[in-house]
């Protein structure tokens, strides 16, 4: 199953950055589309990192490095879907989430084992 997890890092992280090429390149539509069928393989590998373990423990599921970009993606999609978009506020989003998507594709994905609790001397 991590196999699993990591290569579908690999294909959320492909999507976003082609989705960056595409809107770079003025093909809006095509980049929304890849958007789309990012979120929807980031969704399923951030619920993914949530039964890492077995069991369900949200904490892997919110870690920022790969939340960042599921974030990212979803608030540019209701911004090309937006009435008064303008063009820079689309490229002031779809860069950042390239740069976090290659970011997150090779972060380790294993299991983060809990911090030491900091309240004794």
């Known amino acids: 199953m991590f196999s699993a ?7 959320w992280g492909g999507l976003y950055i082609s989705a960056t090429v595409m809107f770079l390149l003025k093909k809006e ?3 929304c589309l890849l958007l789309f069928a990012g ?5 399923i590998f951030i ?8 069991v369900l ?3 892997g ?3 920022g490095v790969f939340f960042t970009p599921f974030i990212i993606a979803l608030l540019l999609l209701v911004v ?28 380790p994905k294993g ?7 900091k309240i004794s001397v």
């Open 5 to 11: 997890i990591f290569f579908n890092s690999f294909i």
């Open 29 to 31: 539509r095509a980049s």
């Open 39 to 43: 979120i929807i393989f980031h969704f």
């Open 47 to 54: 619920v993914s990192r949530g039964f890492l373990t077995g």
């Open 57 to 59: 423990l949200p904490g």
């Open 61 to 63: 599921m919110v870690e």
């Open 80 to 107: 090309f879907f937006s009435i008064n978009k303008q063009e820079g506020d689309l490229l002031l989003g779809v860069l950042p989430l390239a740069v976090f998507s290659a970011f997150a594709m090779f972060y």
């Open 111 to 117: 299991v983060i084992p809990p911090t030491p609790n």
